[in-house]
């Protein structure tokens, strides 16, 4: 029925939801005495279905994001709007010892560094696990300062569209529930991706935290004095 052309494109590419959401229809019913009914079950696979292909539509955007920026002239770090604060976090993983280095830094619409961390995690066997961890860990460290009218900025388009549409990105659910708890807590936020170059601060204390191990974080105000330079350059 997938290959068949004479079926409407929509109905075409649902046949794998149709086999899984009946299987796990039949689970309740079999379980926990519960079932929804035939017009809820298609109304639910109908939505599966469409989330999905918004989630592909975005994973080409972000492929296409990516060709553009390998012919993208390196940008600097941009400043918030007025009364806002932006957050940029970085990741280092080294996948032969598995240790990950994570940082963030904290700046406001002067350019000006307020604060900034950094922390190790180690037995991270994956650079995506990495990335969930750090953006984590950010989220927490905003949250416990009591950060608001907050730009959370790093360079993982798909976590960073994650937050942004949820219900988009069903196989991201279990990290969606950890960020929810702490996104909740702040009154306005939004995303932005950056590119390496325009996430410099944040990646090169985060390379930082890999090589010397800070399993341990700390926060401190100001940026640290070996990037002050590149801090007092992107501010300009």
């Not at 993208?72 to 970085?90: A, I, L, M, Y």
């Not at 960073?160 to 549409?165: C, F, P, S």
């Not at 105000?221 to 002050?228: C, E």
Request: glycine share 2%.
């Amino acid at each position: 029925m997938s290959k068949n052309i004479r079926v409407p494109v929509e109905t075409r590419r649902c046949f794998p939801w149709v086999l899984w959401l009946i299987w796990k229809n039949r689970n309740k019913f079999i379980f926990e005495a519960k079932e929804l009914k035939a017009v809820e079950l298609v109304d639910k696979i109908h939505e599966e279905v469409s989330a999905w292909v918004l989630a592909q539509q975005l994973d080409n955007e972000d492929e296409q994001r990516d060709e553009e920026s390998r012919r993208f002239v390196e940008r600097k770090w941009t400043k918030p709007p007025q009364n806002w604060v932006k957050c940029n976090f970085g990741v280092k993983w080294l996948q032969k010892s598995e240790v990950a280095g994570v940082a963030w830094i904290v700046r406001d619409s002067e350019g000006e560094s307020l604060l900034h961390s950094r922390k190790s995690f180690v037995r991270v066997k994956t650079l995506e696990e990495a990335k969930e961890k750090a953006l984590v860990w950010t989220l927490e460290c905003m949250a416990e300062h009591r950060l608001d009218n907050l730009i959370i900025a790093g360079e993982d388009a798909v976590l960073l569209k994650v937050i942004e549409r949820p219900r988009a990105w069903p196989s991201y659910t279990s990290v969606v529930h950890k960020l929810e708890n702490f996104l909740c807590r702040f009154g306005c936020w939004k995303s932005k991706v950056e590119t390496r170059s325009s996430n410099r601060c944040a990646y090169l204390i985060a390379d930082s935290a890999s090589k010397s191990r800070w399993f341990q974080s700390y926060v401190a105000r100001g940026a640290p004095f070996w990037i002050s330079s590149l801090v007092a350059f992107e501010k300009v």
